[in-house]
């Protein structure tokens, strides 16, 4: 699995704004879009404090994470095929929902450092008080999957970490 894998699927990560949060406990299976960022080889998020999506990650930290773009309309059906461009990447890991004050307003300043402000420039910190009303998650990314797709050129990439790989 080449460092190169890796870097690819990262610059996707980090370019999209919106991914999708898949999560199941026992038959059920359930799956969010949300905002995030990926920092430091996790995807960080911001939720409220309560609701049915921690109610998963609580039952089953286990997820899955995916991100995609699409370059163009799908080709018109023919001998060519009808396939568009994209990329994409899938992420699997370990949710785990953040209580500790001081590490949350870690976590939502991360969140907050990746969108700038509407008038430009960086976003500061979050205070305090807006840090123990919102919530914020963790995921940290034990293995990812990318694609690029753009009809006769394709790549496929894969990364595990350390510990994933040895399973």
């Known amino acids: ?40 080889g996790r995807i960080l998020f911001h939720c409220s404090l309560e609701g049915h999506k921690l109610d998963m990650i609580r039952r089953n930290p286990r997820v899955c994470f995916e991100v995609c773009h699409q370059y163009a309309d799908p080709a018109e059906h023919g001998p060519e095929g009808c396939d568009a461009p994209f990329d994409s990447v899938l992420c699997w890991g370990t949710a785990r929902i953040i209580d500790d004050l001081d590490e949350r307003k870690v976590v939502l300043d991360a969140f ?20 123990k009303r919102c919530g914020a998650v963790v995921i940290q990314v034990e293995r990812m999957t990318g694609r ?20």
């Open 1 to 40: 699995m080449p460092a190169e894998d890796k870097a690819r699927m990262e610059t996707i990560l980090r370019r999209e704004v919106i991914g999708h949060l898949a999560m199941t406990d026992g038959d059920e299976l359930y799956m969010v879009p949300l905002n995030y960022t990926y920092h430091e």
């Open 112 to 131: 907050q450092a990746r969108y700038p402000k509407p008038e430009g420039g960086p976003r500061g910190g979050v205070p305090m008080e807006r840090v």
């Open 148 to 167: 690029y797709w753009a009809g006769k050129v394709q790549e496929n990439w894969e990364w595990a970490s350390e510990s994933e790989g040895a399973r």
